[in-house]
């Protein structure tokens, strides 16, 4: 039987918390205090540490410390209020396993132990293993700080992630612009058995439909007028690895030809060669736009899109993960420290609030933008509303879609709870601030499914 140590001064909670562990088979110590901890952990050994951030004698972020130098083992879980995942952030960096925020529901309890005792990996990964035989490689995992969030649209991507990473399917990320495609394939290329292989990312609304074919599969010497030296192209160039094509979309109808007989055939041809050059490529590629009403359009071949749409991805919004919203602004936070030398502790509670009440139409881009340009006008030890841009004071009638307010417009902000949550029946409540018996009540009223 696996043993928890639990460290809570809320005793009602505490016991509350004690019990269900019990039921789930789990032995649980308690201590309602750092020194109580302390003492608990030298006379027994545990499987995992479960502690508030707040103990009534001791921070729970010094605690953890303490624990892990003396116990590097044990995986140690934070339990914080909301305001506090910013902090809790924080610790995971210096070791902690996860976090989770109070209040919250059993089967995240579960999940978050069941995570913890398996691995202690951190919310945020980073990639620093430096891939020293492929200079292209080691700086496109430099870039990718894949940060997991924790809502629900946060983890349903992480675990379509983990699914397709090992396959070799063709990968379509489909999303709005700034929610952070590129971030995600990359992902998808490091979890891969190609990731000792180049990532090749291509904008594909970037080059000029006369080009594209030497861009994709490159040129000889003299084969048109400029074409002073030999080129490589970006799928020779991504042999073995993964070719990201953003906003294939953008590609004309000519190159959408040559890319699905390049797809099909695994062959390429450079412009002025008789050669073909075999290649083996995973494609990943990423659209803002509704491609299959392009199909239906005329405006993007059907074969093309179901040889690229093996498998797709939905990258959401930063409004379809508000919860996220501060584990990203704390990341981006310390990014731009590093980047600007400089050392903002955090955000005060008024930009907070602004923060959690602006629509963010710039989604991730929008906010590490903000936050860097905030970082970099902050003069003092946190960002105040003094540096943030204009817009996020202008004053404008919030629509109530964006609004979980049941007092107007019911039927609506309850569908689209609903749609927020992928159809999750308890954080659709959360997000309504009503009970899971209410919501029920209302969905019958309304004749919801």
Known sequence: MLKILLIEDDISFCKLLEKFLIKKTYEVRIAFSATEARLCIKKESFDLILTDLRLPDCDGIVLMKEIKESYPQIPVVLMTGYSDVSTAVKAIKNGASDYISKPFNPDEVLLVITNALQTSTPVVEKETKKEKKNPAKQNNTAENDFVKGISVASKKLLEHIKLVSPTDMSVLIIGESGT???IIAKS??????RKNNNFIAVDCGAIPKELAASEFFGHLKGSFTGAISDKTGYFEAANG???FLDEIGNLSYENQIQLLRALQ?????PVGSNKEINVD???ITATNEDLREAV??????EDLYHRINEFSIQSPSLTDRAEDLMIFADYFLEKANQQLNKNIIGFSSEVVAIFQKYSWPGNLRELQNCIKRSTLLSQGAFIETDVLPAEFFQTEKQSNLDSFSLSDNEKEAIIHALSRTQNNKTEAAKLL??????LYNKLKHYNLD
């Open 180 to 182: 952070g495609k590129e």
């Open 188 to 193: 998808i290329h490091q979890q891969s058995h």
């Open 241 to 243: 690895g993964t070719i």
């Open 265 to 269: 055939e695994r062959k390429i041809k």
């Open 281 to 283: 490529i995973r494609i």
């Open 296 to 301: 239906k359009n005329g405006d993007f071949r």
């Open 433 to 438: 601030k009503i009970t899971r018996k209410t």
